[in-house]
């Protein structure tokens, strides 16, 4: 919200720092969620004595997990430590679509994870997968620990992307209306002709 000079009117500014705490407070949560997912997955391995080891680094849903999760928490970390030296007014389009990439990216990690558990947890008849967290339950327990904590990181990002988009789309200006009355101009030679 901007007045007519180009500075921020009082109540854009009241709106935008109450939203400043709420922001921090999100970003904050994202990193131990996301580190406390990360970590679950990546020391998640069990040995079976009839059926071998699993580990997750053996399915490469669980591995983007891993590595998204290691991006939204190193993202989260680098967004706190700017705000605290600079103000990230400045920064509000490149925060925005920042949120936006990351907010994704847990959407698609996410998905992948939980396919992995699924078919872990209940297989697939069609195409001879059948299930195997009878045989590696405590694997499928750390991994489904880690997708709720995944989870959660990402409903802190989707309310960071919504907070961000509001600072970003608030501070713009409806385009100017157009005139109220179109002018028709027809040529001299088209009314003639009608004639």
């Known amino acids: ?3 007519g000079g180009g500075g921020e009117s009082e109540a854009g500014k009241t709106a935008m ?3 400043k705490l709420p922001e921090m407070a999100l970003r904050l949560c994202v990193v131990p969620l996301a580190v406390a997912s990360l970590w679950e997955m990546a020391t998640n391995s069990q040995i079976d ?8 680094s053996n399915l490469s849903g669980f591995k ?3 590595g998204i ?8 970390v680098a967004s706190i430590v700017l705000s605290c030296f600079k103000s990230l007014g400045r920064y509000d389009w490149l925060i925005f679509l920042l949120d936006q990439a990351v907010a994704y990216l847990l959407v698609t990690s996410a998905a992948a994870a939980a396919e992995v558990v699924q078919l872990a947890r209940r297989g697939d008849r ?5 299930e195997v967290c009878s045989y590696f339950g405590a694997f499928c327990g750390k991994a489904t620990v880690s997708l709720a904590l995944h989870a959660a990181a990402l409903a802190c990002f989707v309310a960071l992307s919504l907070l961000s988009a509001y600072r970003v789309f608030s501070t713009c200006h409806p385009p100017p209306a157009a005139c109220s009355q179109p002018h028709h101009h027809q040529p001299e030679d088209q009314g003639k002709q009608a004639a």
């Open 69 to 76: 999760n290691a991006i939204a928490a190193a993202y989260s």
């Open 64 to 66: 983007y997990l891993v």
């Open 49 to 56: 004595d009839t059926y071998g080891e699993v580990t997750f």
């Open 126 to 130: 069609e195409v001879s997968w059948g």
């Open 1 to 3: 919200m901007r007045n």
């Open 17 to 19: 720092a109450a939203f």
